[in-house]
């Protein structure tokens, strides 16, 4: 199985549900189409993954998977923070308001390609301004979409709830994956 993707937290996820996966990430253009919401523009991403590494390093019966997850407030996507700054900026807009995270999964098998996205809403608390600094001095922000971490040390005390998948949240829905891959098998 090829997993499209050099996340470590999708690489643990992954091989913390059992399985044994390369890693080869996606080199895709990730801009977003003129008029695309951020729902389609997920489930694109992760499908243009799979597709790429599936043309060029799968195997005869291996397995791609590709995932890309966003956030997005208010139908803003909300990347990966380019400085300190754009970070803080990002997390006072989350402040004490709840948005999404989308993760688009694609599975290619065989000629069979399943995609599908999993969106999960996220509440956070009310933050002052030195939260965020602190928050943005460990620098576990910096490489996140939306500048924060739910599974991090400090991450996941900005959050007051969440709806829906947690590990969606991190990355990958991996509950929903692991059903995908067990229909594609029961339906070969």
Do not use: W
Not at 85 to 104: C, I, K, N, P, Y
């Amino acid at each position: 199985m090829i997993l499209a993707s050099q996340s470590p937290r999708r690489i643990d996820l992954m091989r913390e549900a059992g399985f044994d996966v390369r890693v080869i990430p996606a080199d895709i253009d990730e801009t977003a189409l003129p008029n695309e919401g951020p729902f389609e523009l997920v489930e694109r991403l992760a499908r243009a993954k799979a597709k790429a590494v599936a043309s060029e390093y799968r195997e005869q019966g291996e397995t791609v998977i590709a995932a890309d997850t966003i956030v997005t407030l208010d139908g803003k996507l909300l990347g990966k923070p380019v400085d300190e700054a754009d970070a803080f900026q990002m997390l006072r807009e989350l402040s004490g308001r709840t948005h999404q995270v989308a993760t688009g999964v694609c599975i290619v098998r065989d000629d069979s390609v399943r995609s599908f996205v999993d969106i999960t809403d996220v509440a956070f608390y009310e933050l002052d301004d030195s939260e965020i600094e602190r928050y943005i001095a460990t620098g576990e922000p910096m490489d996140k979409a939306g500048a924060y971490g739910i599974q991090g040390t400090y991450g996941r005390i900005l959050i007051e709830k969440i709806d829906g998948d947690f590990y969606n949240v991190v990355g990958l829905p991996i509950a929903k994956v692991v059903r995908a891959l067990k229909t594609d098998e029961r339906s070969a």
